[in-house]
């Protein structure tokens, strides 16, 4: 669906597009799974440094011959600002669609169900240990502070002085991450991650044929659109 | 059975061997401890005998180790981890980092093997319930105590279902009952014909768990023997192993010209 919509914002275009897939698409779900408001803020946040490099190249720097006003040698002109403002209407449709699929999907979820699919078990296993490095480093840091807090290390007060506590916990959290990468893969191994082949998953996630459906009318409509922008006969909307 | 013969290992980049002319053999459902001073060579031992030396660790090996008759060497690794499989002392590097709840944690090894979904449950179900995990099952496997992730560790190898299980300090961070658990645990595992062989500095554990102690000092084996006999030798004082309770208390009781026996299975009630 994020696909779907991020791809049908590209490719329909204009105002009403983009707008149509955010308001009518979007939007109804993100409300239905009760996300609509924080998916509004993290959507806005994103978007805020792109468009903000949007305005300013668009606006000054696209050819056009309505000249709305001037900063130095730079002129602003009508066509940029609807430039701008086309551009805008797609990211932020693209980034509430990437949004919506990062808020209501668990990604070890997602990650078991691609490879239900078909993903390599090896692949899948690279990305989920991914997902999980990162609180796992965290939580290792913490402990190395402490034990570091406790040697007298000042990892409290200014932010000149954060930063120097931060600094000599890095080394350890690095190397004792990395001496232990030999003993985990070797624990892997022993439990026969390396037999190759399909491996039976213990569950699946749910998937009606409402759902199948839905996804398959939403990826006819997306190739037609296409098709449509291809050969020309896609109506032009404001 | 497995055995090594004549076995001699040295680490990729080092110029000596770690193990020296080992000869070990575990008969089916025989429970052998390994014990010996720090850097005696226990944990290289158990990785030549999990095959994983030098199969993924790397460095050379002389003589052989052969599982069930056939010859470690021409094993996969997955095909190893089919026959034999090997725990390490520490908990963190067991957990596989991947697993949402300690039930999948532990049904990673039978699903890795391919096994249909219902083979895969019923033998993490098993594995829970020898350990006596059933309370942890719903439990992120990252926010265990270092005694539940030992735990879960070898409940992971069990459900293996191996013909031969290698340990390598499995109770290293457990409490007593903990450690009486997989204990038991072992115990059962050994009467279904498996094979198991304990490093462990836990020699009480060891007394009243193997048939069989084997003594490592140097790379070498220096004292192999029942488990009675090797835990009354003195030596193994002098190896720096702590003897078991029992074998102490009946020690002490005999300079003081008490015979043991009189005391009935007394001593054995008051030290297990």
């Known amino acids: 669906m994020a696909t779907v919509e991020s791809l049908g ?3 329909i275009g204009g105002y009403l597009g983009p707008i149509a897939i955010i308001g009518l698409a979007i ?4 409300a239905s799974a009760r996300v ?9 946040l994103l978007t805020l440094p792109i468009a903000i490099s949007v305005v300013l190249v668009s606006v000054f720097t696209r050819a056009g011959v309505h000249v709305l006003f001037s900063i130095g040698p730079f002129d602003a002109t009508a066509e940029g600002v609807d430039f701008a403002g086309q551009t805008l209407v797609r ?3 693209i980034s509430t669609s990437i949004g919506l699929f990062g808020l209501t999907t668990e990604p070890r979820s997602f990650v078991l169900d691609l490879e239900r699919r078909g993903l390599s078990p090896r692949f899948a296993f690279i990305a989920l240990a991914t997902l999980e490095a990162v609180p796992a480093m965290v939580e290792r840091a913490s402990v190395i502070a402490s034990a570091q807090r406790a040697r007298g290390l000042d990892t409290e007060g200014s932010v000149r002085a954060r930063l120097r506590g931060v600094l000599p916990l890095v080394g350890p959290v690095i190397l004792s991450s990395l001496t232990e990468v030999e003993e985990r893969s070797l624990a892997l191994e022993v439990r026969a991650f390396g037999r190759p082949g399909r491996r039976h998953l213990l569950w699946r996630i749910p998937d009606s044929g409402t759902q199948l459906i839905v996804r398959a009318v939403l990826l006819l409509a997306l190739v037609a659109a296409i098709a449509g922008r291809i050969t020309g006969t896609f109506p032009s909307l404001p | 059975m497995l055995e090594l013969t004549g076995v001699s290992y040295r680490y990729a980049g080092y110029a000596t061997e770690v193990l020296h002319d080992i000869d070990l053999r575990l008969a089916d459902g025989e429970i052998v401890g390994l014990v010996g001073p720090n850097e005696a060579g226990k944990s290289t031992l158990c990785l030549v005998a ?16 052969t599982l069930d008759g056939t010859p470690a060497a021409g094993l996969a690794t997955h095909e190893l981890a089919e026959r034999v499989v090997v725990g390490f002392q520490n908990p963190n590097t067991q957990r596989s980092g991947i697993a949402a709840t300690v039930f999948e944690e532990i049904a990673l090894g039978p699903m890795n093997l391919g096994l249909a979904v219902a083979e895969t449950v019923e033998r993490t179900r098993e594995a829970i319930e020898r350990l006596k995990l059933e309370h942890l099952i719903l439990r992120d496997p990252q926010r265990l105590s270092g005694g539940q992730a ?3 560790g070898i409940a992971s190898l069990l459900a293996m279902r191996p013909r031969h299980v290698i340990l390598d300090e499995p109770t290293a961070q457990l409490d007593p009952a903990g450690t009486r658990l ?18 462990e500095h836990k020699t009480d554990l060891l007394d009243g768990l193997c048939s069989r102690i084997v003594a490592i000092d140097g790379g070498r084996i220096v004292i192999d023997g029942p488990t009675g006999e090797v835990f009354d030798d003195p030596r ?3 190896l720096g192993v702590e003897r078991p309770a029992r074998a102490r208390l009946a020690a002490a009781l005999a300079t003081r010209g008490v015979e043991p026996g009189v005391l009935g299975g007394a001593l054995e009630d008051a030290t297990r």
């Open chain 1, 9 to 11: 914002a590209f490719v």
């Open chain 2, 182 to 199: 997989v204990g038991e645990a072992l115990r059962s595992l050994a009467g279904t014909g498996t094979s198991l062989l304990i490093a």
């Open chain 1, 91 to 93: 990211l932020f449709a």
């Open chain 1, 27 to 30: 939007l109804p779900a993100a």
């Open chain 2, 150 to 152: 030992q735990l879960v």
């Open chain 2, 50 to 65: 999990s095959g994983l030396a030098p199969a993924s660790v790397g460095g050379s090996l002389r003589g052989t180790l």
């Open chain 2, 236 to 238: 193994l004082t002098g």
């Open chain 1, 36 to 44: 609509a408001g924080r998916l509004v803020r993290i959507s806005l």
